[in-house]
């Protein structure tokens, strides 16, 4: 039957190639207070159903009309115009089967043509015609005067994809938990399957769908041993029928669990080994390049960039252009982008995500990966610097996309990137409030254990920063520490470790931090085979060692076993800071013109040319410190200037605290004092801000020996 049937979905989401039909529905529904035809395609009962149940919940006033068992088209009209008075949208269903009867056809359709003033004096609201394709050239030549009138032609139809839409059973037509559903309501959904499955006599090939899915929930519950042993069972069940591509699928859900446990090599194996040759099998192109990108997903985690890039450009790419999948083809150039800016080519990706990606979206009327996007470049412009324009995307293009699309999770997604920016510029306090109270509800509510550990992370990050590090150190260790080891997660479990060696850093404690290093993280990372989480945890062991006067051992391990890695996964960025920090122990050794020498010939150009604004100004920082220690004045002034106006455009609160009190102090030397006391009083401001009571305090005692100064003269 084509009519409505009422569906129970809490937060189910339409396909992202629907959201911008939605939304001109949308704004067709809410703009116009008045008579609008709009007509809607669609190729899928249940799927069609599902939408109308979403736009029940957006629009107030919805009324469905199934005509499906009328035979007289001026009872229709009479139903149309005894609807309520406060009806906004009207969904006329069952014009399909009018049209597939031939009686009925001229008259629906020869109805429309000669009572289109008719209907538009008796219906002020938005009337939604859902049919076929097939059946709208009928309409359109037909009922020409109406067809003239439509406001818009919407296509929500699909193609039948096992996993994308739901199947004609009933245990999957009446719910489907979509990303956005809460703790409740993904509990609910594993009871009603558990329920089915345990009242089946056997089981049929199509249970592995629901133990797939089942799967999929307890990954986001956190339940990775529940989470393998559903794919697993879902495996058998395919093999028993011969289902290889159901195989192909429970394989890419296990090959999920073992990434979630940071077991990279068996994730890789199973992917390369057991998933892909049944594709190749199978000669299923699609699946087969879906699958060569997850893999490469997997290579990049591991650092192995090169080989990640080669499969997104050699593999990927031709056959997305030969299936003429634009859409597949600008999600494949997006992790070009990734890459090339893990690799520190900001410049390139930027301009892939603008020039290459992008505008397929807005073609395409995808107005949530047309947000994605607009936040991937946000992460750009963070990484160069740029927080306004960065802060600018993500409150006035990416958030209201996902609050109209009712995405809950985008929405505290993007709030937590919001509140990054504000760590940034030293609004620490709107940085926890939106941490405490808009993203870490929603995880809780949705019941994303891994989401709220991660959150839990970053409010302790917050709580660092404002020096509150026994909290931030029982955080660690109470509350997020115990997520990742409960999850069976090896590599965050480690990344926690080194977030605890830092706070025990900052209090003094460099034996146990270095421990912790040493015993705890690095061989995780060794044994993942992270090559650059390795060189990022030697160079921690390394700032440990500068601290406890080891120079030698540390300058050893930045120049053998840093550097070389860095340089080997090309990431420019990365080569530069590290040789910043070579340049630091150069001048802890006293050797001015080396470390001068990195600064201006190995630092700064590399920046320059990245775009890095941020690090630009922390390299011009360290050259002040250089300076100031040869006595060379003026010089010092000059370079701190510069950081200084920097780190004002950037916003940066941290940059105009530290800064500021050196420009202060360089000005004072060169007889600026007017100006020095007004650059101090921004430092101050920043400094107060962010609650560093050591550096106020040293700033009052300068404007204090100033104002003395000036008084006795």
């Excluded at 040759?277 to 192109?285: C, K, N, S, V, W």
């Excluded at 080669?310 to 299936?323: A, D, F, G, K, S």
């Excluded at 960065?390 to 937590?416: C, D, F, H, M, Q």
Aim: charged share 30%; with cysteine; proline share 2%.
């Amino acid at each position: 039957m084509s009519g409505y049937q009422p569906v129970h979905l809490t937060d189910w989401q339409p396909l992202s190639q629907h959201t911008g039909a939605l939304i001109r529905l949308l704004n067709i529904v809410e703009k116009e207070n008045r008579f609008r035809f709009v007509v809607a395609i669609f190729s899928d009962t249940a799927y069609r159903n599902q939408m109308i149940a979403r736009l029940e919940k957006l629009v107030s006033e919805n009324q469905c009309l199934d005509i499906e068992a009328e035979h007289d088209f001026f009872e229709v009209l009479n139903q149309l115009y005894h609807l309520p008075s406060n009806t906004a949208l009207v969904h006329l269903l069952g014009a399909s089967a009018w049209l597939q009867d031939s009686s009925r056809a001229t008259d629906l359709l020869h109805g429309l043509n000669y009572q289109r003033e008719q209907v538009a004096a008796n219906c002020p609201f938005v009337i939604v015609l859902w049919l076929y394709d097939s059946q709208v050239r009928d309409l359109a030549q037909n009922a020409p005067d109406m067809w003239a009138w439509r406001a818009a032609v919407l296509d929500f139809s699909l193609p039948l994809e096992p996993e994308a839409i739901l199947s004609q059973r009933e245990i999957v037509k009446e719910k489907i938990v979509s990303i956005q559903a809460d703790s409740h309501e993904r509990q609910r959904r594993l009871a009603d399957i558990e329920a089915y499955l345990s009242k089946q006599p056997k089981r049929y090939a199509s249970d592995a769908a629901l133990l797939r899915e089942m799967s999929r929930i307890y990954m986001v519950f956190g339940d990775i041993t529940q989470a393998e042993k559903s794919a697993r069972i879902a495996y058998d069940i395919s093999h028993e029928y011969d289902d290889k591509q159901g195989c192909a699928m429970a394989v890419g859900f296990l090959a999920d669990v073992f990434m979630i446990r940071g077991d990279l090599d068996e994730a890789l194996r199973m992917r390369t080994e057991e998933e892909l040759p049944i594709y190749e099998r199978l000669g299923d192109a699609r699946s087969l390049v879906v699958t060569k990108g997850k893999i490469a997903d997997i290579l990049q985690l591991r650092s192995d960039l090169d080989e990640a890039l080669r499969i997104r450009t050699e593999e990927e790419l031709p056959v997305y252009e030969q299936l003429g999948d634009v859409r597949s083809l600008a999600v494949t150039k997006g992790k070009i982008a990734d890459i090339l800016q893990l690799r520190g080519e900001l410049d390139e990706a930027l301009r892939i995500l603008t020039e290459d990606q992008l505008p397929v979206y807005e073609r395409l009327s995808d107005v949530r990966e047309v947000a994605v996007t607009q936040g991937k470049i946000a992460d750009i412009l963070q990484l160069r610097g740029e927080l306004d324009e960065a802060l600018r995307i993500r409150t006035e293009e990416e958030l209201p996309v996902y609050e109209r699309l009712g995405e809950v999770n985008s929405i505290a997604v993007t709030k937590g990137q919001i509140a990054d920016i504000l760590q940034l510029r030293g609004n620490l306090d709107e940085a926890l409030r939106m941490r405490r109270e808009e993203e870490l509800p929603v995880y809780e509510r949705l019941g994303e254990v891994r989401s709220i550990a991660i959150t839990k992370s970053k409010i302790a990050d917050i709580l660092q920063l404002r020096g509150n590090l026994d909290e931030a150190l029982r955080m660690r260790r109470e509350e997020e520490l115990p997520v990742y080891e409960r999850l069976g997660d090896v590599r965050l479990i480690a990344v926690a470790k080194g977030k605890i060696a830092d706070i025990l850093q900052l209090r003094g404690d460099l034996d146990e931090a270095l421990r912790i290093r040493l015993e705890d993280q690095l061989p995780v990372y060794e044994q993942l085979g992270e090559v650059r989480s390795i060189a990022i945890a030697r160079s921690k062991i390394a700032d440990i060692l500068q601290l406890r006067g080891d120079l030698e051992e540390a300058l050893r391990m930045r120049t053998e076993e840093e550097l070389p890695i860095f340089e080997r996964l090309g990431e420019a960025r990365s080569i530069a800071v590290t040789k910043g920090k070579i340049a630091n122990i150069m001048q802890r050794r006293g050797d001015l013109n080396e470390a001068l020498r990195i600064r201006l010939e190995d630092q700064l150009p590399v920046y320059e040319r990245l775009g890095d604004m941020h690090e630009i100004a922390v390299t011009l920082h360290s050259l002040f410190d250089l300076y100031w220690e040869a006595q060379e004045f003026q010089n010092a002034y000059e370079v701190i200037s510069k950081a200084f106006t920097i780190v004002m455009q950037l916003g940066i609160a941290d940059g105009i605290s530290m800064v500021g009190l050196k420009l202060g102090q360089a000005m004072i030397m060169v007889n600026q004092l007017e100006e020095a006391k007004h650059v101090l009083m921004q430092s101050r401001d920043a400094a107060a801000k962010l609650g560093q009571a050591d550096r106020v305090r040293a700033i009052d005692t300068l404007l204090d020996e100033q104002n003395k100064v000036a008084s006795d003269t």
